[in-house]
């Protein structure tokens, strides 16, 4: 018999791109919002060669009762997550990127118990229907003849890889998973090496929530108050990219700037989300 919680955090600490002030302030958020699960606290160190900080990370993780694995700084974000799970013996694990900051009490368990219900595969803190293609193909057609010469090899490969709008998605800032689920899933895939790589494996055709339905099981967001939304209620949930976010479990970059843009920039990140077209 063993104590050991069945569920890993997973923080995503960089050093390039991040470094101390982004793990600090992650910390912050962690220590001031109680999880609500057990857990074995993770963080996942990548890139910190001769960085200053490393030293300050490994403290602060140690005084938050975590570990630390040390990982190179490629693969993005989803090979760091790749590699880590296979070192984990945990049924569940949930990930939080660099920009992660958690908004709620109890935010851990809510998601534990919204990827326990049956039929569900994953669980997320936000979800989004855009589509890298249609994002494309607008811009594609507002531009010029020289323009359109120029971006048609990418729009053609953009209609390969990703899915028209809508094209609901759980996005990979803060997912909870089984680690089996995920195993099988970076099985199928390969480490990304371009930032294209990246996107296609959090939105694409082969992404991971496509992989998720392909195994007919659901991908849902989780709201601060606890409330499972279905990806046709996404845009109703209060999480991402709708006035306040209020209903925010764990805030991040895109969150944040959504929150800076002026009226006309949330209407227009709003409409890249949920206005082009009937739900799904």
């Given amino acids: ?31 001031a919002h109680p999880a609500g699960a057990p857990h074995d606290l993770v963080v996942l160190a990548k890139g910190w060669e001769n960085l200053p ?95 359109r010469l120029r971006h048609l090899r990418r729009l053609l490969r953009s209609a390969k890889t990703f899915p028209a709008f809508p094209n609901p998605h759980l996005r990979s800032n803060a997912f909870i998973v089984e680690r089996t689920l995920f195993l099988a899933f970076a099985a199928a ?13 959090e939105c694409g055709r082969r ?10 099981l659901e991908t849902v967001v989780v709201g601060a108050d606890g409330r499972i939304f279905r990806p046709p209620q996404w845009a109703e949930s209060g999480t991402f990219r709708v006035p306040g976010q209020r209903n925010l479990l764990v805030a991040d970059n895109r969150t944040r700037e959504f929150e800076r843009a002026d009226d006309a920039g949330q209407r227009a990140l709003a409409q890249m989300s949920w206005g082009r077209g009937p739900p799904p």
């Fill in 53 to 147: 900080g490393l030293e300050d990370l490994r403290a602060s993780t140690q005084a938050a009762g975590g570990t630390v694995i040390d990982l190179p700084d490629d693969g993005f974000d989803f090979g760091a997550y790749f590699r880590a799970a296979q070192k984990l013996p945990h049924r569940y694990i949930c990930v939080l990127n660099t920009h992660s900051r958690i908004c709620a009490a109890r935010w851990l368990g809510h998601l534990r118990a919204a990827v326990a219900q049956p039929g569900v595969g994953a669980a997320g803190a936000t979800g989004n229907w855009e589509s890298l293609f249609t994002d494309h193909l607008l811009e594609w057609r507002s531009g010029g003849l020289l323009y």
């Fill in 189 to 201: 895939r390969r480490v990304p090496e371009s930032k294209l790589e990246a996107s296609e494996l």
């Fill in 1 to 31: 018999m063993t104590d050991r919680p069945d569920l890993a955090l997973l923080f995503l600490a960089r050093g390039v791109g991040g470094g101390r002030a982004e793990t600090d302030t992650f910390f912050v958020s962690y220590r």
């Fill in 207 to 216: 992404g991971f929530s496509a992989f998720v339905r392909a195994r007919g």
